[in-house]
């Protein structure tokens, strides 16, 4: 249980960086795509 919680801060602390990270993936994945990333 505290390996969960040792998870889930790590995950907190760097949300930022994880969502800058997996909205730049989906911007390149879907940059030609006829709908784009809506």
Do not use: E, P
Request: net charge positive; aromatic share 18%; proline share 0%.
């Amino acid at each position: 249980m505290q390996m969960l919680k040792a998870y889930a801060k790590d995950f907190w602390r760097y949300r930022y960086l994880l969502q800058n990270l997996i909205g730049r993936d989906f911007k390149l994945k879907y940059r030609r795509s006829v709908l784009g990333v809506v």
